[in-house]
């Protein structure tokens, strides 16, 4: 029998009438299969004892029903009497459907279906119910998410399918309700093993049914099996922080004796979740060798985000099949790991850990730490820097090919400060770096300079730096550490912050003022402190205004009402810095997180100009500190502006003038009121006045009804005021016209007008953006002082009048000047076509003078009449040579007619004819060598169908004279030309039409003028000098140019200055002729003569006089006159008057004038 007694029990329970005959104590014998009764006593006959209080134990296997044995022979006899009752030891059988072979990290997996059999003598009860124990040896479990067994089998029915677990999952406990008969069984299916945490050899499910805690009854027919392949990399491997892709060490993979890896599930390898790298996903082709290389794919996949590789089997693996696998990377080194394993993964996807690498990796860092955390302020001078330790990794990692960067994060506002180059340095690494620093990426990345490579745990101190450009607030944030080289990933955050701060500032409002407004009570202004605290008593607060805001503080104000938490800890006696542009606060305790005061009771004055919106500026780093913070409502000076049409110049003497239209505009923000009204002064600087005869003027605009017509004057004159009967809005506008300008009594330098809308005495709110000067009149002291004269009217419809002087170069549209003045001695009508880049001088009335760029003067000063020439004193013109075709001429008459396309060349420089008619296409040409021509006509003059040509292209080349007085003068006719024509024209009493659309280069002086086919007229300035004919047929005559010239000099201490005249005989007849040169000065307050010189010419007896012998006739000589200037004030000017007379005929000369303006010397250095 397979069982023995409890040899722990050695104390009997005896009854029966024996019982006091046999000692209690008991033992045993035979390993336990005999118990030993001590008799004390002999027993008497049929003395009975009856024993209990004892086990059975060790029933190991099933034993036949067989009979206990009485022995009273002592140790080692025989069997006295077998026991009439029988002991059998029965046992259940389980049997597994079949083996099961398991892989360490497996999933959860299906058990093999389990039969359970009672024996023939049935000994599954209720009471103890069935037990299947997986062994201890075998590493796992059942899994005990699952409660419900599927149940088969005749005894099916005794057993509830809701399981339960005991021994930490090691047990399945099936609840049996009823017992089991003989034979009995029920087939076990639907659950699961789990947590295959370890490889382990064949054994066996054990059948309990004995209760709980009890020994195995049976052990399965069948075995369980975990196994796991084997993973090794080559080598540990160690990567840095931030470090570049890096190649794996090759990983040898080999499976177990009972293969597990397979098609189905393929091979994973996986870095740990918390181990910071990944695997390089760009590669996806591995390099595979080995006995099982021809059952894998070397075109690999990844997953969970690049932390697990994928080796897709094609075949089932073989017993002790093995891969090499290499060519890959890691990758993504972000932050130091500990040393760890990689784990090898070949249950499928999301399969638990196989089996872990031999070998380790790791992710090692230097460490970085400032002193202490730093806070700065918006806006503050550069900072020093918290001593700064940064300690190599035990595996150290800090090279001199790679260096070391100590980088403020991007979105950090603030920056090294790249002016300090040389670091301190110490630890026990200061030798194996640099002081010597430089910068990268704008000032936001410190380079030190590694000379020697680190060793492990190696420590360098960073100090004596500083940090700057504090922009705006930045969170707390760390600074970088780099070791990788320029551009490279931080490998270490400082264990220290920075972090930048703002107090704020806050006015109640934003503030609008008006340029010129009288000082004005700012809006309360709300200072508060940041969280982490920065104002302090020993940097005090200031309130800024910008500069380029036009105003200031009001510094005759020094005390302040102030107000909030903080008022205690701020004085209320004020002070101003930056000529009052700076209001200073005196703080006199530091102020403590979220602190604030309210300050008010202060005033801003001196708006001096339009300012734009802009922002008070918060300055708590001290006198001359950076703007830490501005105001969150804006300050702005606004202004109406001024405009007039046009710049303007007038003359000195000048007549009643009329104003070029004044365009007045209100600002966005309104300023112009009817309490205030608008004024218009005349700055104290420009001697002239309003016309206060002129009381109405001419309003329009979108403003204009808000403007009466009806003005009146201030100020002698000096200022119109325009009566504003409603407040204007928003950009609102008024023309002004109507009025004029009068009294022009002394030169002026350039001014503006000014507009005043505060009241009468009120500052200047906006001056005119063009410019008033009172000027010299022009000096054409010769005959032809404008374009046209007129005498009795001027109408041009269409067309233009404008200047140029030929004796600096050709006519220019783009630099055409303004002297193409039109005057009359009645009206000057134009059309609204006409523009006319000049003055209009009207006696009577100018009308559609809107083209007019200078000045319209009406109710001008009578203008003298010229006089009508004496006509030659000589014959007609005798001789003009070989007549063409279609030319006829009468020298008796002195009538010459070109008609029928008829070309007459001349080529004299005097002609006296009696008329001259040119029509159907003729041309008549003079053409005499550049020489001044000219042509006397004593009755008509019609240039109207034909072409008059100046070769010489020069107007004071060709000019045309009136002369004598025949008693009904004829309208002299220039139409029909659109070709240019260049010639000047003197006819006072002849009228004059001009019908062409062609360009006259010249000048006018007629009777009437009438040109209505838009004919343009070109005023040549230099003919502003020409004092009348100059060939009368007589033959003598002269010339000198320039007329007139201008100068600016030093005074001379011994330096003269020279100045050039050139001096042509203008006889006729051949004649050579001597000429006198004589100067003079007017007034002579600072010139003085000094010579007198040319070739020719000889020096008189004093400086002043002179004479030149032996001119030709048409020849030109240079004559040069040098003077000195005295000592006289700045500004002083003197007129030099150079003149040549013929000694032939003293009663032809000519003259020169040069006007000369004392200055300064000027010294200019440049670098």
Not at 715 to 723: A, E, I, S, W, Y
Request: charged share 10%; with cysteine; net charge negative.
């Amino acid at each position: 029998l397979t069982m023995t007694w409890n040899t722990g029990l050695t104390a009997a329970t005896l009854t029966g009438s024996a019982a006091g005959k046999v000692a209690p104590t008991v033992s045993y014998e035979d390993g336990g299969k005999t118990l030993v009764l001590s008799v004390t006593t002999n027993f008497a006959g049929n003395d009975q004892l009856v024993v209990s209080g004892l086990q059975y134990m060790g029933f190991t296997a099933p034993s036949a029903a067989d009979y206990l044995q009485l022995v009273v022979s002592g140790a080692g006899g025989g069997t006295n009497a077998s026991d009439s009752r029988t002991i059998q030891v029965v046992a259940p059988t389980i049997a597994s459907a079949a083996n099961q072979v398991f892989v360490v990290g497996q999933a959860a997996t299906a058990i093999s279906a389990i039969t359970v059999t009672d024996a023939a003598t049935p000994s599954i009860t209720a009471a103890r119910d069935i037990r299947i124990r997986i062994p201890a040896a075998v590493s796992m479990s059942w899994n005990t998410a699952l409660t419900t067994a599927t149940l088969t089998g005749t005894g099916a029915t005794k057993v509830a399918t809701t399981v339960s677990y005991e021994d930490g999952g090691k047990t399945l406990v099936l609840n049996v309700t009823a017992n089991f008969a003989g034979n009995d069984q029920i087939i076990v299916s639907g659950l699961q093993y789990s947590n295959f945490t370890a490889a382990s050899g064949a054994d066996y499910l054990q059948l309990m049914v004995s209760g709980a805690g009890g020994g195995a009854n049976a052990s399965d027919s069948r075995t369980l099996q975990i196994v796991a392949p084997t993973m090794a990399s080559a080598a540990d491997q160690v990567f840095l922080v931030g470090q570049a892709p890096t190649a794996i060490s090759a990983i040898t993979i080999t499976d177990a004796a009972t293969p597990s890896i397979t098609a189905t599930k393929d091979i994973r390898i996986r870095i740990p979740a918390t181990f910071n790298m990944t695997w390089n996903t760009a590669l996806t082709t591995a390099s595979i060798t080995g006995s099982g290389n021809g059952k894998v794919s070397r075109t690999v996949s990844y997953e969970d985000g690049g932390k697990t590789l994928v080796i897709d089997v094609t075949s089932n693996f073989g017993a002790g099949d093995r891969i090499v696998v290499s060519g890959l990377q890691y990758m993504a080194f972000t932050a130091a790991s500990a040393p760890d394993y990689l784990q090898l993964v070949v249950s499928g996807a999301g399969g638990g850990t196989t089996v872990r690498d031999s070998r380790t990796i790791q992710v090692v860092a230097p460490t970085m730490a400032s002193a202490g955390d730093q806070v700065f302020v918006v806006g503050q001078a550069p900072a020093a820097i918290s001593p700064i330790t940064i300690t190599d990794a035990p595996a150290p990692t800090i090279t001199a090919a790679k260096d070391l960067r100590i980088r403020i994060p991007a979105s950090f506002n603030m920056s090294w400060n790249t002016a300090l180059t040389t670091a301190t340095l110490t630890g026990s690494a200061a030798g194996k770096v640099a002081p010597t620093v430089s910068y990268e990426d704008g000032g936001k990345t410190l380079v030190l300079n590694v000379t020697a490579d680190f060793g492990g745990n190696d420590q360098l101190v960073v100090s004596g730096l500083q940090y700057k450009s504090f922009t705006a607030p930045s969170a707390a944030d760390y600074l970088q550490l780099v070791i990788s080289g320029s551009g490279g990933s931080a490998v270490s955050l400082d264990s220290r912050t920075i972090q930048v701060v703002q107090p704020t500032i806050a006015s109640a409002a934003n503030q609008l003022f008006v340029v010129g407004q009288a000082a004005t009570a700012m809006s309360p202004i709300t200072v508060t402190d940041a969280a982490t605290p920065s104002i302090t008593a020993a940097n005090g607060l200031r309130i800024r205004i910008p500069a380029t805001s036009n105003m200031t503080w009001n510094s005759g104000l020094t005390t302040a009402t102030i107000m909030g938490s903080a008022a205690g800890k701020v004085s209320p006696t004020v002070s101003y810095e930056d000529g009052g542009t700076t209001l200073v606060l005196n703080v006199t305790s530091n102020f403590a997180g979220n602190d604030q005061v309210v300050i008010s009771g202060l005033q801003y004055t001196s708006f001096t100009a339009p300012s734009a919106a802009d922002y008070l500026q918060l300055v708590v780093g001290g006198a001359g500190g950076g703007t830490n913070a501005s105001d969150s409502r804006t300050i702005q000076v606004v202004a109406p502006t001024i405009s007039s049409s046009r710049n303007n110049i007038y003359e000195v003497g000048e007549g009643p003038t009329a104003i070029s239209p004044i365009t007045i505009t209100d600002a966005a923000s309104p300023t112009i009121t009817a309490a205030k009204g608008i004024r218009t002064r005349i700055p104290a600087t420009l001697n002239m006045v309003w016309d206060t005869g002129r009381t109405t003027d001419t309003v329009t605009g979108s403003a204009a009804a808000k403007v009466a017509t009806t003005v009146s004057y201030e100020d002698g004159g000096k200022t119109l005021v325009l009566n504003v009967t409603t407040n204007f809005a928003a950009n609102d506008q008024i023309v002004v016209s109507g009025l004029r300008f009068v009294s022009f009594a002394a030169l002026s330098p350039p001014d503006r007008l000014q507009l005043v809308i505060s009241g009468a005495g009120a500052g200047t709110a906006a001056r005119d953006d063009k410019t008033i000067v009172i000027a010299t009149p022009t000096a054409f002291s010769g005959v032809f002082k404008w374009g046209v004269f007129g005498d009795v009217g001027i109408s041009m419809g269409g067309g233009l009048s404008d200047s140029y002087d030929s004796r600096v170069g050709p006519y220019n549209p783009a630099t055409a000047g303004s002297n193409g003045d039109l005057a009359s001695n009645t009206d000057v009508t134009l059309s609204s076509a006409t523009v006319v880049k000049g003055d209009v001088s009207a006696v009577g009335n100018a009308y559609n003078t809107q083209g007019v760029t200078g000045n319209v003067i009406t109710d001008a000063a009578r203008i003298l009449q010229d006089a009508v020439l004496t006509c030659p004193t000589v014959a007609y013109s005798q001789d003009l040579g070989r007549l063409p075709h279609g030319v006829t001429y009468d020298p008796s008459t002195g009538a010459l007619v070109i008609n029928g396309g008829g070309k007459l060349t001349l080529t004299g420089i005097f002609y006296y004819f009696s008329s001259i008619t040119l029509t159907g296409g003729g041309t008549l040409t003079f053409d005499n060598g550049g020489r001044h021509a000219d042509i006397w006509v004593s009755t008509d003059l019609k240039l109207s169908g034909g072409s008059i040509v100046n070769t010489s292209g020069l107007p004071q080349g060709l000019e045309i004279w009136a002369c004598g007085n025949p008693p009904a003068p004829s309208e002299w006719d220039l139409s029909g030309a659109s070709s240019n024509v260049y010639l000047s024209l003197y006819a006072p009493n002849h009228d004059l039409k001009v019908n062409g659309s062609g360009d006259i280069f010249g000048a006018f002086i007629v009777r009437t003028f009438s040109a209505q086919g838009g004919a343009r007229v070109h005023f040549d300035e230099a003919l502003g000098f020409v004092s009348g004919p100059i060939y009368y047929g007589n033959p003598y005559g002269v010339s000198v140019s320039p007329h007139t010239a201008t100068a600016s000099q030093l005074p001379s201490n011994g330096t003269n200055y020279p100045i050039v005249f050139t001096l042509l005989n203008t006889g006729s007849g051949n004649t050579t002729d001597n000429f006198d040169l004589l100067t003079k000065r007017r007034p002579g307050t600072a010139l003085s003569a000094v010579s007198i010189t040319g070739s020719g010419v000889t020096q008189g007896a004093n400086p002043d006089s002179a004479r030149l012998v032996n001119l030709a006739d048409g020849a030109s000589a240079a004559v040069t006159v040098t003077y000195a200037v005295g000592n006289v004030p700045v500004g002083t000017t003197d007129t030099l008057v150079f003149t040549a007379r013929s000694v032939g005929g003293p009663t032809n000369s000519d003259s020169g004038v040069v006007t000369v303006t004392v200055v300064r010397p000027r010294l200019t250095i440049g670098r």
